[in-house]
């Protein structure tokens, strides 16, 4: 019988990780996650996904941070992933102003531990998560990966954008296949209590106004997770190759001249005005909301939007859940789940 294959995922109990993980035991994967269940917001929601995906067998989880010393580098060694996923990361775009160092640790250590591991005992392919704020002030949209982008607005996306060219460089010096994700607000059941669309939610809910910055003049490419997914599941198996020559790279690919390496956007490539996505929530509440008018914040961008052709010549999929519908997924899950 063919051996499953082995994928190594960190961030499992975070958002994507939890849906990651899902789909490839669904597809036969075994699967290591680790994740160190910080704190950085309610970590029960964290532990439950982890014990939604205990119920498999093929699943186990370390419970430590990547940044850990050898941590890595052992379990590499034990398991010998052939995939790896690295979505483990201090997030949040506006968290990174008061807090940097914990985004230092986790994202910029952390990742060189992960890509020591991967030296040493080196993977079929990685796929490391970044984000659209690697795009920081640029205002030409959509977004293309082969554009420049070396304007970072905040100390989050700084890290994110560090981390692409570290890999980088070991993917050129090691020959280790790396796909670079840039993921655009990513939503859905499950997801993260500090992103705009929960904060809403549990406000309205509550009878509360909600903080809009701005004054709402922002849009967000806000892409599904189950959607989101699915384009890393097809990515996969989809590892970038050296190229033998510059000339072999085709128009609008990311594909480094020198190593095997690519980004690739994840969005919908829609991007949703902040003012639709609340009246999306009103209408699946029920309830209309005080909207309580701040300034723009320091750090964010007013807009995010991906061209999503390279992720369609790669995969032959684009996101496609409208704000509307995948609104209402939210809501009808973080009913059951808050107030069942
Ligand atoms: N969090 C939050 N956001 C608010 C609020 N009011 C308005 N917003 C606005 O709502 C939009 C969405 O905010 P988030 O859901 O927090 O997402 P984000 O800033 O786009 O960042 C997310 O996506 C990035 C990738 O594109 C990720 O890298 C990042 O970690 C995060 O998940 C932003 O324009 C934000 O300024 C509020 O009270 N809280």
């Known amino acids: 019988m063919k051996q499953p294959r082995t994928a190594l995922v960190t961030g499992a109990a975070g958002f994507i990780g939890y849906f990651t993980c899902k789909r490839l035991l669904a597809d036969g994967f075994r699967v290591i996650g680790v994740d160190n269940l910080s704190d950085y917001y309610d970590v029960r929601l964290k532990e439950r996904r982890q014990s939604e995906l205990l119920q498999n067998p093929g699943f186990r989880i370390v419970n430590?941070?990547?940044?850990?010393?050898?941590?890595?580098?052992?379990?590499?060694?034990?398991?010998?992933?052939?995939?790896?996923?690295?979505?483990?990361?201090?997030?949040g775009v506006r968290y990174s102003i008061d807090n940097p160092r914990s985004y230092l640790e986790s994202n910029l250590v952390g990742t060189f531990?992960?890509?020591?591991?991967?030296?040493?005992?080196?993977?079929?392919?990685?796929?490391?998560?970044?984000?659209?704020?690697?795009?920081?002030?640029?205002?030409?949209?959509?977004?293309?990966?082969?554009?420049?982008?070396?304007?970072?607005?905040s100390f989050y996306a700084a890290t994110k954008k560090a981390n692409e060219a570290m890999a980088h460089s070991y993917a050129h010096l090691f020959g280790l296949p790396v796909t670079m994700f840039r993921f655009f607000t990513v939503y859905g059941p499950w997801g993260r209590?500090?992103?705009?669309?929960?904060?809403?939610?549990?406000?309205?809910?509550?009878?509360?106004?909600?903080?809009?910055?701005?004054?709402?003049?922002m849009m967000r490419d806000f892409t599904f997770v189950e959607d989101l997914v699915e384009a890393v599941r097809r990515l996969v198996d989809t590892p970038p190759i050296r190229p033998d020559k510059p000339k072999d790279i085709a128009d609008g690919d990311s594909l480094s001249p020198v190593a095997p390496w690519r980004i690739v956007n994840i969005g919908n490539s829609r991007p949703v005005q902040l003012g639709d996505m609340i009246a999306a929530v009103e209408e699946a509440l029920g309830v209309e909301a005080r909207r309580n008018l701040m300034p723009m914040?320091?750090?964010?961008?007013?807009?995010?939007?991906?061209?999503?052709?390279?992720?369609?010549?790669?995969?032959?999929?684009?996101?496609?859940?409208?704000?509307?519908?995948?609104v209402g997924k939210f809501i009808e899950w973080y009913r059951d789940y808050y107030q069942a």
Do not use: C
Not at 68 to 87: K, N, R, S
């Open 297 to 326: 914040q320091p750090g964010d961008v007013p807009a995010t939007w991906a061209d999503a052709d390279l992720l369609k010549s790669l995969t032959g999929y684009v996101p496609q859940t409208d704000i509307r519908e995948g």
């Open 193 to 217: 209590p500090d992103m705009a669309l929960f904060r809403f939610t549990k406000a309205m809910l509550a009878g509360e106004a909600i903080d809009v910055y701005n004054h709402g003049e």
């Open 64 to 91: 430590k941070a990547i940044e850990t010393p050898q941590l890595l580098m052992d379990l590499f060694e034990a398991e010998q992933p052939d995939i790896v996923i690295h979505l483990a990361a201090q997030a």
């Open 113 to 153: 531990e992960l890509l020591e591991a991967a030296r040493a005992f080196p993977p079929g392919h990685m796929l490391l998560a970044s984000t659209s704020s690697a795009y920081g002030a640029n205002t030409e949209m959509p977004y293309r990966e082969t554009m420049k982008a070396d304007h970072q607005m």
